[in-house]
């Protein structure tokens, strides 16, 4: 059953990943490397993931067949967003509110590679109502 703690569990190994990744390459590379990383110790972790997975767009009632895809599913409930930019901007923020909504999904997670301490400014870390809702699980 999908809880909070285990969505903040989940979030806990992903990040844990992503600064292990950080720690070894550092900033400067594109976010394909970065993103193969992550996926090679998510799986690793032991963690499902779906990769470069289309975002279906659907406009009054008819699908949309789009190049939308996302970088990273993990075990079906967060989305994970690589990028390695100066710093994150409102649109970057924009497009996982999208993305969390279009593919109802309760947290996602944005890894900005191009940082200094992934833990501290590297990461944003988002969720939706579907979240809210859920149980606690303590």
Not at 112 to 131: P, R
């Amino acid at each position: 059953m999908l809880t909070q703690k285990r969505l903040n569990d989940l979030t806990r190994s992903i990040i844990g990943a992503a600064i292990e990744v950080h720690r070894e390459l550092g900033p400067g590379l594109l976010e394909s490397v970065y993103e193969k990383c992550m996926r090679y110790l998510l799986i690793e972790k032991g963690l499902i993931m779906a990769a470069q997975q289309k975002v279906p767009i659907i406009f009054r009632g008819l699908y949309l067949n789009t190049d939308l895809r996302l970088d990273l599913l993990v075990e079906d409930c967060i989305i994970l967003k690589i990028k390695a930019v100066d710093y994150l901007l409102p649109v970057h923020l924009a497009q996982m509110l999208t993305y969390l909504k279009l593919l109802q999904k309760p947290k996602g997670i944005i890894i900005n590679f191009n940082c200094t301490n992934i833990f501290k400014e590297g990461q944003k870390t988002m969720v939706t109502d579907l979240y809210t809702r859920l149980p606690n699980g303590y």
